[in-house]
């Protein structure tokens, strides 16, 4: 069984009410509240490959804190979304599939990654491989979501450790630049 996260329950229903309706879920109980937060059928589903679970408790935050096209090009994003919520296009088939220019999906695309809704996986040249956070969608064998939840954490804090170690880059650079400012007016 899956690793529990903190305040966090699992465990397997079996639906055996009736011979027709036999499920296997994989529930998720918030230990404080008592609260169901997710379940998820383990069992082969009838929907083909467009089947995701969505996770609405979440959705209030994406209607409150997304403009119109981060909200259009994350509709379009969970649209393609894989196995192991990777999401594989670029953002050239964004645009020309919703309508937008380029750099519009682009800033969207970003103002999503700053607000921990997607992250990047991985970079071949101009293409990318985002990973959606599955506290909102999740795409793949019920068992795996936690993994999916611990790969989607590293990924955010490889990103901020990388965002910060730029920062700390582009402030040595100010302050080199500075003090050769400095030495030049003082020469003078």
Request: net charge positive; hydrophobic share 35%.
């Amino acid at each position: 069984m899956a690793e529990n996260k903190p305040n966090q329950k699992t465990m397997d229903l079996n639906d055996n009410s009736s011979p027709a309706k036999k499920k296997r879920l994989l529930t998720v109980i918030n230990t404080e509240t008592g609260e169901i937060e997710a379940r998820v059928n383990l069992r082969t589903n009838h929907y083909g490959k467009s089947w995701a679970a969505a996770f609405p408790k979440n959705f209030d935050y994406l209607a409150t804190n997304l403009n119109g096209e981060q909200l259009r090009v994350l509709m379009f994003l969970m649209s393609k979304l894989d196995f192991g919520n990777y999401i594989r296009v670029t953002n050239k088939t964004i645009a020309k599939s919703i309508g937008m220019m380029g750099q519009n999906v682009t800033r969207a695309i970003r103002g999503l990654i700053d607000k921990n809704i997607i992250a990047v996986d991985e970079v071949f040249g101009v293409s990318r491989i985002y990973r959606l956070n599955p506290a909102y969608m999740y795409k793949g064998k019920g068992s795996a979501i936690y993994s999916v939840y611990d790969e989607y954490a590293k990924l955010r804090v490889a990103a901020e450790s990388e965002k910060a170690a730029q920062s700390e880059n582009d402030e040595q650079q100010k302050t080199d630049e500075k003090s050769k400012t400095d030495k030049k007016s003082s020469t003078n």
